[in-house]
């Protein structure tokens, strides 16, 4: 659905005056908005998730391991598609005020899409460079969004999500390189003048959602705290948005309605986009696309 007729809905989990800003930066952080039994249920869940991997020795599609990890201390950097491994954090997505939420900012008609779990770990999460989500999943619109949950207080030092306000209404960047190496990152050289104006960082206390526009340019700092930082991430579209490749975290719950109806149409911006690889051969995750990027751009 296109922004113009998602307008056209009342707001029900935030206020339009909320849902208006998110439109205008591509950003927009819902503090505390996820209430205590939510958490713990879901942190339970988390401490599972860590220990379901401490034998795990080699990533795998569903866990990325963080540097470090052992038997004695598992340590994840990322779980993949959390949905598919604890009933939770299926429940959350679908039944909790996410789904409404996602109906105010994509339309009523809302399809889930994929899940994935950053755990960033204190003083070895790593950064995420600039990038925008869309070209490596790209839908036949520009409807689809990523809802994050801090499960713990996330402040500056932590390396909360930054966002670029804006960004989301300029153009498209390649996550390929000069040598058509898919990469995922933006370089800073290549942002627009004055994107440092623009910068903010996506704070918040325990509970509190950070909302992304599949378009922004966004990315994080390294943990720099004693803290660990996890982030649930949920991605919705709108019913009727219609992906054009094969899913990099594929699930069992792609496609499932989780607000209001199936579509009968499918919707299409006139905007186009770069297709990514063919994910079905298998996805290595963003971080070892951007590590080979950066190690060439240091020896060259």
Known sequence: MLETDVLKYPTKAITSEQRAAFFANGSLVLESFVGNNWLRRLRHAVSESIESARHITENNAAYVLESGHCLEAPALRRLNNPVCHHPDFWRFASESPMAELAADLCGPNVKFYHSKLNFKWPHVGHQFDWHQDIPAWPHTDYSPISIGLYLEDCGVEQGPLMAINGSHRGDLHSMYDNNRNWVLRIPEEDLEP????????????????V???CRVIHGSHENNSTRMRPLLLNVYSSADSMPYAFNPLANQYDGVIVHGEPARYASHDPRGCELPPDWSKGYVGPWQHQAGARANEESS
């Open 211 to 213: 909302v992304l526009n």
């Open 194 to 209: 004055g994107w440092q104006d623009h910068l903010v960082n996506l704070t918040g206390p325990a509970g509190s959602v």
